[in-house]
Structures are given as C-alpha cells and as structure tokens.
C-alpha cells in the first residue's frame, strides 16, 4: 500500500477507533487534509493550529534538494476525548534554533496542538516552534519515542498516530549538515484520566 493509500485510509481506521475505542472519541470530526494542501511553500514559514480541543495526530512531509533543501509541510488534527476535557490553556514554546539539533516536550504537560516555523537560507534549515494546549490538570504517563521519520535524509516522511489513546507531547530531531535535512522522533505519551498536582512531568 503506498503512502497517498494510507492518507485517505487514516479517516476510516479512526472512526473505527472512535466506534471501538474504550473512551468513545469524536473521531468522526477527524480534520483531513489527504488532499495534499500543504500548509507551506518552499522557502516559507508557516504558522499551523489545530482547531480548539483537537491535537496533532499525523504529519507528512516531501522534501525538495532544489528548492533550498527544504520540506512541505501538512498536518492532520483530532478531537481529544471527552474524558480529557477541554483545554485549559494554549501557547507557543520556545523556539528552537536552525541548524541545530533539539528535544522539546510541551511545558505545563502540554500536548502538541500546532507547529510554526521559519526558514533561513543561510543554514538551509528551519526554526520550529510547537503549539501545545494544556487539558486540566492531567499529566503524562507511559512515553516513548516514534521511530525516525523519514527513515532517511531526504525522504517523504509520513507519521500517524495509531494508538488512540497516545498524544504527542513533543520530538527530538537531528539535522545532516550535509544533508541540509532533519530525522525527527515524536514524543508521545498517555495522559492520567484523573488531575495531578505536578505542574511539569
């Protein structure tokens, strides 16, 4: 099954979730963006929210050699479920430099809920910033890391979230200098149905 397959299959397999799933999720509302609109050109920052009380689920990606070393970018967003609540807060976290290498999860237990970024053709590289959105006073649990995506320099990257009841929380990347390109890991953890006292797990 190629890529473009899987985009347009990701709708179907979370509204099943959503069916199946042991929380009942919205997943019906699932916001899709299969048909390839990229939120950015070449060359150009972005700035990308998911709607109000929905989080970041999937994240594609084509790169381009000739145009500056740079990515496209398109995301997919989902309702959290009702048991999370809504969100009690948003904000933009720090920035995190080009050319350089970074981990970042949400503060205040954030969850990923948008992306900005700024090219800069003096490293060939980009500055991202993460959009995360806290839900209460729910906390982090049971995290780990994705696989690299892309699997190599230069690739399309395709990740989506198949777990349900796991959220991105943030990413660690690495960048070629040689490549002029950037594998990222996406942090993703689940979330306690009951509030917490920590302010920052």
């Known amino acids: 099954m190629d890529l473009a397959q899987l985009w347009v299959l990701l709708p179907l397999v979370t509204v099943a979730w959503g069916q199946y799933g042991d929380y009942g999720y919205p997943y019906q509302q699932y916001h899709d963006y299969s048909d390839d609109g990229w939120v950015n050109l070449n060359r150009q920052g972005f700035s990308y929210q998911c709607p109000h009380g929905q989080v970041v689920v999937a994240v594609r990606s084509i790169f381009n050699k000739k145009e500056g070393s740079d990515r496209q970018w398109n995301y997919a967003c989902m309702p959290t479920p009702q048991n999370l609540g809504e969100p009690t807060e948003c904000w933009w976290e720090e920035i995190n430099r080009a050319g350089m290498e970074w981990y970042q999860t949400c503060s205040n237990n954030g969850l990923v809920a948008g992306f900005q970024s700024r090219y800069f053709e003096s490293v060939l590289d980009r500055e991202w910033q993460f959009y995360c959105c806290r839900y209460s006073k729910r906390c982090p649990y049971s995290c780990w890391l994705t696989t690299e995506y892309p699997g190599?320099?230069?690739?399309?990257?395709?990740?989506?979230?198949?777990?349900?009841?796991?959220?991105?929380?943030?990413?660690?990347?690495?960048?070629?200098?040689?490549e002029r390109d950037r594998?990222?890991?996406f942090i993703m953890c689940r979330m306690t149905d009951y509030d917490c006292e920590f302010a920052n797990v």
Do not use: C, L, P
Not at 156 to 178: L, Q, W
């Open 183 to 185: 594998q990222w890991k």
């Open 152 to 178: 190599h320099y230069g690739e399309e990257m395709d990740m989506i979230s198949y777990n349900y009841d796991y959220y991105m929380r943030g990413a660690t990347t690495t960048f070629s200098a040689v």
